[in-house]
T-cell receptor, first 112, second 113 residues
Framework: SQTIHQWPATLVQPVGSPLSLECTVE??????LYWYRQAAGRGLQLLFY??????ISSEVPQNLSASRPQDRQFILSSKKLLLSDSGFYLC???????????FGQGTRLTVV | DQQVKQNSPSLSVQEGRISILNCDYT??????FLWYKKYPAEGPTFLIS?????DKNEDGRFTVFLNKSAKHLSLHIVPSQPGDSAVYFC????????????FGTGTRLKVLA
């Protein structure tokens, strides 16, 4: 079965610093990969999704970017963090064999 | 533009009673709907789903109902247990596309012992 690894679990970063969150998956090939954010008092907002290596679709204009350098690696980045980037970031995948998406354990990012 | 809406941010139910969580959507292209359960500081876990060709799907204590004409779905939990206390998200997707999952804002369910 598929496994999603996200790290770190928690992160505290100062405003203006860069960000790199990594998500790697195991047990599946060529999955769709997604980055979601859960901000305080808000639902799960889809930030980016990728259907393959180098293919990134952005859902909302923002201070973040994503890359997929390998089939099983999905990276969320920022050059300069804002306070509003604080939230719980979740990586998810869809294997194509089922209809549900599977989520990683998330990264709690606090920008101070 | 919130395509999937959960208008009740919280719900409290007595143990053993029925919990009903509601979800509305606006995009008529959605053809598959899912419910996820989420505990604090963890990723959501898949609970139950329903295709738009059905109006009901049942799995143990969990039943999802879909009313396409009203663009409304609901999750029934019977009987509710304290371990069901969590945030519940509904989600929708278009299965002929890129399987982009759009989530609602969530409902926090508290089951009182």
């Amino acid at each position: 079965s598929q496994t999603i690894h996200q790290w770190p679990a928690t992160l505290v970063q100062p405003v203006g610093s860069p960000l790199s969150l990594e998500c790697t998956v195991e047990g599946t090939s060529n999955p769709n990969l997604y980055w979601y954010r859960q901000a305080a008092g808000r639902g799960l907002q889809l930030l980016f999704y990728s259907v393959g290596i180098g293919q990134i679709s952005s859902e909302v204009p923002q201070n973040l970017s994503a890359s997929r350098p390998q089939d099983r690696q999905f990276i969320l980045s920022s050059k300069k963090l804002l306070l509003s980037d604080s939230g719980f970031y979740l990586c998810a995948l869809w294997t194509g064999r089922n209809t549900e998406a599977f989520f990683g354990q998330g990264t709690r990012l606090t920008v101070v | 533009d919130q395509q999937v809406k959960q208008n009740s941010p919280s719900l409290s139910v007595q143990e053993g009673r029925i919990s009903i969580l509601n979800c509305d959507y606006t995009n008529s292209m959605f053809d598959y709907f899912l419910w996820y359960k989420k505990y604090p500081a963890e990723g959501p876990t898949f609970l139950i789903s329903i295709s738009s060709i059905k109006d009901k799907n049942e799995d143990g204590r969990f039943t999802v109902f879909l009313n396409k004409s009203a663009k409304h779905l609901s999750l029934h939990i019977v009987p509710s247990q304290p371990g069901d206390s969590a945030v519940y998200f509904c989600a929708a997707t278009v299965t002929s596309g890129t399987y982009k999952y759009i989530f609602g804002t969530g409902t926090r369910l508290k089951v009182l012992a």
